[in-house]
């Protein structure tokens, strides 16, 4: 293996590849260790996409907010999380994997989520590459299927071997994500980008006042994301 992959194999402190709960589960999702790595990178990106809900409601501005094995446990995550339980399963299942981020515009968000973020800039959204068959392939597990056939989305797949990315209509032909900055690639988290960013897309007040929420005792939204209202296009 060429020596510059084997950063993408490495376990860190947030994609924590090597802690047990993680392992087992890339254990339990891609079992037969006979398949190739094609195979085990689709099975481990079905065993993230579907069992893993979308939840967008979630802290942020910490490693520890994405650590793959806190996902794991919470079964709630928005795509930078879900992008690194992926990775991190990949890593586990001795598949090179990095992250990669993109701002995306959703023409197709709940009403409140909108109201929330105050545009439909989603900063910073989290996908996976992983090397396969001697190149790398994009994987995008952000959407469950339950949260697709709310929003008459076509739920994205992944073969391994073509990049699974966000489409740019619905099954209604309207418009649904449109890619608009490419942010690059990284084999860890880069919080401090991720949360500067943010503070560029959303303004530092709101940003802050999310950060003070979250801070507080109780400090969890109760916001219902699969029961809140579709937006129009």
Request: aromatic share 14%; charged share 25%.
């Amino acid at each position: 293996m060429s020596e510059n992959l084997e950063i993408y194999l490495k376990p860190t402190d947030i994609i924590d590849s090597d802690h047990p709960d993680v392992v087992s589960y890339a254990r339990k999702t891609a079992p037969d260790p006979s398949d190739t790595a094609v195979d085990r990178a689709v099975q481990l990106y079905y065993g993230v996409r579907d069992p893993i809900w979308y939840d967008p409601y979630l802290p942020f501005y910490k490693g520890g907010h994405y650590r793959a094995s806190r996902t794991l446990k919470i079964g709630r995550a928005f795509c930078i999380g879900k992008a690194t339980l992926l990775c991190a399963l990949g890593r586990a299942s001795g598949i090179p994997a990095r992250l990669g981020f993109a701002d995306v515009r959703n023409h197709l968000a709940t009403k409140q989520l909108l109201e929330y973020l105050g545009n439909d800039l989603f900063s910073f959204h989290g996908f996976v590459e992983f090397y396969l068959e001697g190149k790398w392939v994009k994987a995008t597990p952000a959407f469950n299927l339950e949260l697709c056939r709310r929003h008459s989305v076509i739920p994205l797949e992944f073969d391994g071997r073509s990049d699974s990315i966000f489409h740019p209509y619905n099954r209604e032909k309207k418009m649904f994500m449109e890619y608009v900055a490419d942010h690059g690639t990284f084999a860890d988290v880069p919080v401090d980008l991720i949360v500067d960013g943010w503070r560029r897309a959303y303004g530092e007040e709101r940003v802050q006042q999310w950060i003070s929420e979250f801070e507080q005792p109780d400090g969890r939204h109760r916001r219902k994301f699969d029961q809140e209202d579709v937006a129009a296009p």
